[in-house]
């Protein structure tokens, strides 16, 4: 069976609209067709120069998924790290940080992943913008953090913002918010790609569009796109003549991934014959972290391994805590002229990630991911870094806010700290029902975040409010059953209980 896949060709002129047509014969891509069509209409050179390097990118990425038979790795081939490679955070902070600390900073760039929305937890627009702690969002903390930085060393740490199509225009505006403030702010989009058809294997966009009707057809291809898209931006280039030499990358909602001084001075400090170009942050793994990606070693190279990877026949011996014992963290210092040596070789081969979807019609569609960590293995002397728990601290839910609005931590210049009232360094398990998924729902059954300094686990479930100065201490398992609803009332302790069934306060 032939199919028929259409991209953009980048042998096309500016002026020609001529679409690069890939047939398909079996599994195989192979042969061109280049044929006059409007698929790149209206829209000026400038984005018609992004397009074609979108449709390259995706052209490229395409090939490598017919191209693709079985697992991507061989399970007898896979090892744990050497200890060498897996330096241990205390070790690292042991040392004396130097003088030269201001230097360093300033050879750092910021770069934050921004291209997700805040849909999940019920918000509209970026994921950035939505309050987490004082009324501050994730990208007031973070630049509070960098001004801080800026203003204590007097240097000059840009931030970078890794938009997508979905986040751009929202980011931009807010942006203009921070003009005063002691930080350079860059933006740079990741690439969009079509969304394929499960079925027939050809892409769903007719055209460019992505507002209205055509919003499903495209997407970001996960942030392993950081690398090509950083590139062909002009950022990576003008940062580089800027003096510029590693980039610190983080995922925007992990309020733990604020700039360390002794990784950074550890990095800048390898023996110049072994230059560090790749530090990937890890820490340990819990039961609650079983499916996150783990290094390994693998062909005498750190490799990045995601649970996708994995053959079904070892997914539980993935799992285990014992074998596998440390997780990505996705904070990762990456070094600029490797990222930009490595782009021009085409010698990255990050794993193809298959994201299965359906959309809003009913129609099913996969996704072709990258995954930024999954780059490890091309870079040079790269390292990973045993880092505490505290430098990762996701906010994916509502359950997670609850745990950053509350009195479990401290703010100072934009960076959360456990309070040292808290007599255990691990935070509690917070397992929040549905009826606090969106954040306004969310919001609407506090009237003031419950002390939760000695908390070990809570779960609620149900139609549950909380009233002013709730204490929360030990498990304590809420649950109000269809129908009912519990409002714990101001002032109240709970230790170590379960409360069930109907208990409202009502006033008179």
């Known amino acids: 069976m032939t199919h028929t896949v259409v991209l953009y060709s980048s042998t096309s002129t ?38 074609k390097k979108d449709f390259e990118g995706f052209k490229n990425l395409f090939h490598r998924f017919l191209q693709v038979k079985g697992p991507s790795v061989k399970w007898d081939k896979i090892h744990k790290p050497p200890e060498d490679l897996i330096h241990p955070y205390d070790k690292i902070k042991a040392q ?9 900073l300033n050879k750092l760039v910021v770069v934050k992943l921004n291209g997700g929305l805040g849909t999940s937890m019920g918000c509209k627009g970026p994921k950035s913008v939505i309050s987490v702690r004082n009324e501050n969002t994730f990208l007031d903390l973070t630049v509070h953090q960098i001004e801080h930085l800026n203003k204590t060393f007097n240097v000059d740490v840009p931030l970078v913002l890794m938009n997508s199509f979905n986040t751009d225009e929202d980011t931009k505006k807010i942006l203009q918010k ?16 079509p969304r394929i058809n499960k079925e027939s294997l050809l892409p769903v966009a007719k055209d460019l569009g992505v507002h209205g009707d055509h919003g499903d057809a495209w997407y970001p291809p996960g942030h392993g796109d950081i690398y090509a898209s950083f590139y062909n931006s002009g950022l990576l280039d003008q940062l580089i003549a800027a003096g510029k030499e590693y980039i610190f990358v983080s995922n925007i909602d992990n309020l733990g991934a604020t700039v360390d001084l002794f990784i950074l001075n550890h990095l800048m400090t390898q023996p110049k014959d072994k230059r560090c170009e790749f530090i990937m942050e890890v820490t340990d ?68 990630i298959v994201n299965p979807k359906t959309l809003d ?52 210049a934009g960076s959360l700290t456990m309070s040292k009232k808290r007599e255990f360094p691990s935070t509690p398990h917070v397992k929040l029902g549905s009826s606090f998924t969106k954040v306004h729902d969310f919001l609407m059954r506090f009237e003031s975040i419950p002390d939760m300094l000695e908390l070990d686990h809570l779960t609620v479930s149900g139609d549950v409010t909380f009233g002013k100065n709730v204490s929360l201490k030990g498990t304590v398992i809420i649950i109000a059953n269809h129908g009912d609803r519990i409002d714990i009332p101001a002032g109240a302790v709970l230790e170590n209980k379960i409360v069930s069934g109907n208990l409202r306060i009502l006033d008179h």
């Open 361 to 412: 019609g009913g129609l099913n569609v996969i996704q072709l991911e990258t995954a930024v960590g999954a780059a490890i293995k091309a870079f040079d002397n790269a390292l990973g870094v045993n880092v505490p728990r505290s430098r990762f601290l996701p906010v994916k839910t509502s359950s997670d806010l609850l745990l950053v609005m509350s009195n479990l931590y401290s703010l100072d």
């Open 178 to 193: 921070y003009t005063h403030h002691r930080v350079h702010i860059h933006t740079f989009n990741q690439s969009r790609y």
């Open 285 to 352: 793994k819990t039961r609650a972290d079983v499916k996150g990606g783990t290094l390994i070693q693998y062909d005498d190279k750190l490799r990045l391994l995601e649970i996708a990877q994995v053959p079904k026949a070892h997914v539980d011996e993935f799992k285990s805590v014992t074998k596998f014992k440390i997780f990505n963290t996705n904070n990762l210092w990456i070094s600029l002229a490797a990222i930009k040596r490595l782009h021009e070789q085409n010698a990255m081969d990050m794993e193809i």
């Open 14 to 51: 500016p002026d020609s609209n001529v679409l690069l047509i890939i047939r398909l014969t079996g599994d195989v891509a192979q042969g061109t067709l280049l044929v006059p069509l409007i698929f790149l209409s209206a829209i000026d050179s400038t984005a018609r120069d992004i397009s």
């Open 96 to 104: 004396v940080l130097p003088d030269s600390v201001a230097a360093s």
